[in-house]
């Protein structure tokens, strides 16, 4: 590796630095051999020694993270779309086909993982050349995170458009890494759910659902809407009416959306979104890396368990009638809840204010459901509305802290 | 007494070199030099001149805006040079020292026979004052101001750090004088001492013992004030380490300016770790001497964590007890190998991206100089907040220094802290951000504001 690196030094080098013939592309390269090799920086003073954690390895370990629900999305991808055409009702669906489903998942996913981080990191790269500073990490995982919040059928162009705005609008003008007030991934969702509401909703998470309906390859009866946008058909309706009663019987324990299966994630649902299993992977790797704050997750899910109890205990419309603990394995709320809600840049960043941030998160995230079936995707409300509030969560318990030592400063002056 | 603290927040971390309990003389070293670098905001202004003969007790400079501290020479010999740096700052007054000590009489007297203001006048005149410090601020005490309480260091807990029995034996007649005097000066006020639970070297002193365990920094004075009697705005703490104690307390019993100091050389480029007694300024030369493994080295004056870079022949800090030779980090790292996507079964982290969290306690890592990645802005949180045993919240405090918010660090805590309470945060900072010399630009800032 010794061979490499000098010949990077020596030779590569000189062509991007200051008078180089490629010095435009400084950042680039700059960036390329830092992620090849840790750079020889040593420390000046103070801590002479520092510890070997830096923001690749942390960024790193959260791809790592999202492995298990990018791959089971792959895989759920291609199982929807057999279930679609019929091909898979038979006696054992889900060992069949393994390495077909996986395809046709690949297929779809991967374009939309290139578009997102070829958008991505070409801005990062303008900004960090016209800034003059190095590519900070911050997007590699953001870039997953796109992908894995999209429908499958998003077209491409709106990925494209959608990563630009979050990276530009949500990121960079706010100074880049670290210093963003809304989380980036969900940014580009939520660009996408406003600028094309047409696009976003309807038959576009199941792949191919319109072209197999036009050719009269669907199933009978198959819809291609996911879990809440069936339950968000409900409300307004009677509870015990013709409605309430078909979407209700979904969700019982023979239903497409019965408990089991939405917790493994058999649903249609984003691609990364659908296995509360695969996510909960990705939570433990979080939490016992120490990367992730469990403060977050476990608040957060206290909040969403929380509020849907409350709904149970009201019943008011039949989504309110659903369990609590099925409310939190559909649609985004476990991906919301360990992949957006604990962004260390957006969440609230005292330890006490993650616990309230945490627990609002997943409490309004299912109020939003429930109340607003215009906006059948709760949890990415939510969290962007938690994002805005948690310097306000932040202050006020900084402030109680300081009025803390306040108190002893007057308690200190009367004894003297 | 014995007011037991428990400190939960802070990390030990285990390095390589620990000295080995064995006391040595090193060869003689015949240069000496007080750096006035080493007191934070001090302006010196010189006495002696290159040439000049001094007695060990002479007044090399004093204090340009508190003339009434003096630092002294440690040894007698003649001023070697005054070595200056940007600006005609002075950085080192060099002395080649005599074959033989000389020493300048100052009288032996009885602390507790003395009124306070006799012997703050004693102290000063006799060189010893520059080794109490105070806070806020972390400077050499202000002479005209009264502490609420004064604080001992019985122990260091730094990494490597000189165990703080050991340091002490034999010392204990000069530290029971040197506390006797502490108690004069405190005038009533409290003398508080911080040592392990399981300390013997202070059995029976006349001071407020506090036993105090966990990890690094429960040895930071600052630590120990904050949970036993923390400083509001306004007041002023002192804090002396124990060795220096029993100097005051050899300066008063014998009448000579003799600030002998044991001195631990640790590390993993040393090849036998161990103690030495050396006198305050020594050029280090003769401790290093055949003793470091290679060129690839860095040798501190202090621990890892706040200590200088100094050469192999430089000279020991005036308030530092220890010496630490490491390897240098300049070796580029490859990503798979050694760099930031290996496994790391070598790397010792305080967080758990790499593996070696799970190893067992015992296990100790030889860490380098390398940054070990490259600045960034503040992302990841919680981080300062677990080896930060302090009610005050870290980033928000250093996040109002960086945008000089003066109101906003008054009311987080700056009077309390140091830079040495921030260097566990300093070495866990995923963000690589300095945040030592952050503090210190705050304190100054505050120092400034209200002077």
Partial sequence: ?416 | MAKAIRIRKGSDIRLVGVADKTLENPARTDLYAVKPTDFHGLTPKLVAREGDRVKAGDVLFFDKYNDSIKYNAPVSGTVDEVVRGEKRRILEVRIKADAQNEFKDFGAKSASSMSAADLRAHLLEGGCWPLIQQRPFAIVANPESTPKSIFIAGFDSSPLAPDGDFVMEGEADNFKEGLAALKVLADGKPVHLGVRPDSKAFNGVDAQVHQVSGPHPAGNPGVQIHHIDPINKGEVVWTIAAQDVANIGRFLRTGKFDMQRVVALTGAQVNQPKYYRVTVGANVSSMLNGQIKDDNTRVISGNVLTGDHITTDGFLGYYHHQITAIPEGKEPKFLLTDGWLSPGLKKFSLSHAYPTWLMPKSKRFNLDTNSNGEDRAFVVTGQYEKVFPFDIYPVQLVKSIIVNDIDSMEKLGIYEVAPEDFALCEYACTSKIEVQDIVREGLDTIMKEFS
Avoid at chain 1, 120 to 147: C, D, Q, T, W, Y
Avoid at chain 1, 315 to 320: E, I, P, V
Avoid at chain 1, 343 to 371: C, E, W
Wanted: one cysteine or more.
């Fill in chain 1, 1 to 416: 590796m010794k061979a490499l690196h000098n010949f990077l030094e020596k030779k590569v080098k000189p062509n991007f630095v200051e008078g180089g013939k490629l010095s435009r592309f400084w950042v680039v390269y700059d960036s390329l051999e830092t992620f090849a090799f840790t750079p020889g920086h040593v420390t000046k003073k103070g801590a002479h020694i520092r510890d070997s954690i830096d923001l690749k390895r942390t960024m790193f370990l959260v791809i790592v993270a999202m492995v298990p629900a990018l791959l089971f999305g792959m895989w759920n991808v291609g199982h929807q779309y057999y279930l679609s055409i019929g091909e898979i009702t038979t006696a054992d669906p889900y060992s069949a086909m393994l390495w077909e489903k996986f395809q046709v998942g690949l297929v779809k996913t991967l374009p939309l993982i290139v578009v997102s981080y070829g958008v991505g990191l070409g801005i990062e790269f303008i900004f960090a050349g016209l800034r003059k500073h190095s590519i900070n990490e911050g997007f590699l995982v953001s870039g997953m995170l796109i992908p894995l919040i999209m429908p499958v059928d998003v077209p491409l162009w709106m990925v494209a458009v959608a990563t630009a705005f979050a990276v530009i609008i949500g990121k960079e003008v706010f100074g880049g890494t670290g210093m963003n007030i809304l989380n980036v991934a969900l940014t580009a969702r939520a660009f996408l759910f406003f600028a094309y509401p047409k696009q976003m909703s309807g038959e576009i998470w199941i792949h191919d659902v319109a072209a197999s309906a036009t050719n009269g390859m669907l199933a009978d009866g198959y819809t291609g809407a996911t879990a809440l946008g069936h339950l968000a058909n409900t409300v307004g309706k009677p509870v015990d009416g013709e409605v309430a009663g078909s979407v209700m019987g979904m969700f019982g324990d023979a239903g497409m959306y019965s408990f089991m299966d939405s917790f493994l994630g058999l649903i249609p649902g984003c691609i990364g979104e659908t296995s509360a299993l695969a996510i909960l992977i990705g939570a433990g790797i979080l939490i016992w890396t120490g990367i992730g704050s469990w403060r977050i997750m476990l608040s957060f899910l206290i909040g969403g368990l929380a509020m849907g109890a409350i709904f149970n205990a009201f019943g008011a419309n039949a989504y309110m009638t659903l369990p609590a603990v099925h409310q939190i394995v559909i649609g985004g709320f476990m991906f919301g809840m360990v992949f957006m809600a604990t962004d260390p840049v957006t969440a609230a960043q005292t330890n006490t204010g993650k616990l309230i941030y945490g627990f609002f998160g997943g409490f309004f995230s299912i109020m939003i459901r429930v109340f607003n079936p215009a906006y059948p995707e709760g949890v990415m409300m939510a969290i962007l509305f938690m994002n805005v509030m948690a310097p306000m969560i932040d202050h006020y318990v900084i402030q109680a802290n300081i009025k803390r030592r306040m108190k002893r400063t007057a308690l200190a002056t009367a004894a003297a």
